[in-house]
């Protein structure tokens, strides 16, 4: 399970500088996917590993985003942890077959983080000088964060499983699994 965790966090670190790049590049002002959203359902739903270890690779993630976004440390560490463990307990309920399951659950992932982000901020507003009214805003902006995440949700998914297989820690799926 080691090798498996550094190739997500190693994923999860590029392709939070990747899309912060491109972002960049092609100026978009509106809110970029969470990569690492698809990535931690990805996680939970994967059969390999035992939840202490996911977990630890869920909170590293989530440091690298509050290093990436500039927020206060340990904000989207709890938020990436909260939204892994409802979708590990979903993952012992369900099955992702197809790729709108798996954009849906990624959909799902991302509005569990963005909704732990935001009731943490709100709760340490008046100490962090943050206006609420701001928190409201970006709030009701939010639904381009979860638009974007459920676009790319796919091909983050197969981009993974394509790492993971290039570097022989996952099996190939089988022709009746599908991509």
């Given at each position: 399970?080691?090798f ?6 190693a994923?999860g ?8 790049g ?16 698809v ?15 996911k ?15 500039g ?8 938020a990436?942890?909260?939204a ?21 659950a ?34 009701w902006q ?19 499983d ?18």
């Amino acid at each position: 399970m080691l090798f498996r965790a550094l190739a997500y966090i190693a994923l999860g670190w590029l392709l939070m500088a990747a899309v912060a790049g491109l972002g960049h590049v092609f100026a978009l002002s509106v809110m970029l996917p969470s990569t690492t959203a698809v990535l931690l359902v990805h996680l939970a739903f994967a059969q390999e590993g035992e939840l202490p270890a996911k977990l630890a690779v869920v909170t590293v993630l989530g440091y690298l985003e509050d290093l990436h976004q500039g927020a206060p440390m340990g904000t989207l560490i709890l938020a990436h942890q909260l939204a892994f463990l409802a979708l590990h307990w979903g993952a012992g309920r369900l099955a992702l077959h197809g790729w709108l399951s798996r954009a849906a659950a990624a959909l799902a992932a991302v509005g569990l983080i963005d909704i732990a982000t935001w009731g943490t901020l709100m709760v340490l507003a008046d100490s962090m000088r943050i206006p609420r009214e701001a928190l409201l805003d970006g709030l009701w902006q939010a639904r381009w964060h979860l638009t974007a995440t459920f676009l790319v949700a796919h091909p983050v998914w197969l981009l993974t499983d394509r790492v993971l297989e290039r570097l022989r820690l996952q099996p190939k799926p089988s022709p009746q699994e599908g991509a």
